[in-house]
Nanobody, 124 residues
Framework: QALLKESGGGTVQAGGSLRLSCTAD????????LAWFREPPGKEREFVAAHTWRAGDVYYERSLKGRFTITRHNANNTVYLQMNNLRPEDTALYYC?????????????????WGQGTQVTVSS
């Protein structure tokens, strides 16, 4: 439960920006894929973005591409999610996850480890 830790959530007005961080314990090696998911109120967990172990190998939910950017900083074993032009429908609990295969996947079930989540609330 402490292998992944998200931070950076909060409340922001529509049109604003927010940057989420997820720091992985050393147990999570650079060979893992790291990803972001979100869980809106009353809805299922949905894929946001993923970053494989390869530099620059990133994947996005199509509807979010252009507004959200995932980056990975291996030196401190941290993955980031930059969110711009936020909308009220972006309100959700955001999770980071790690997958031992190092491959990209939009399926929550494939990921081995999860953080506790950080809340993002976008007001109009």
């Amino acid at each position: 439960q402490a292998l992944l830790k998200e931070s950076g959530g909060g409340t922001v007005q529509a049109g604003g920006s927010l940057r989420l961080s997820c720091t992985a314990d050393a147990t999570i090696s650079k060979g893992y894929s790291l990803a972001w998911f979100r869980e809106p109120p009353g809805k299922e967990r949905e894929f946001v973005a993923a970053h494989t172990w390869r530099a620059g190998d990133v994947y996005y939910e199509r509807s979010l591409k252009g507004r959200f950017t995932i980056t990975r900083h291996n030196a401190n074993n941290t993955v980031y999610l930059q969110m711009n032009n936020l909308r009220p429908e972006d309100t959700a609990l955001y999770y980071c996850a790690a997958d031992q295969t190092g491959l990209p996947s939009s399926s929550p079930g494939i990921y081995d480890f999860w953080g506790q989540g950080t809340q993002v609330t976008v007001s109009s």
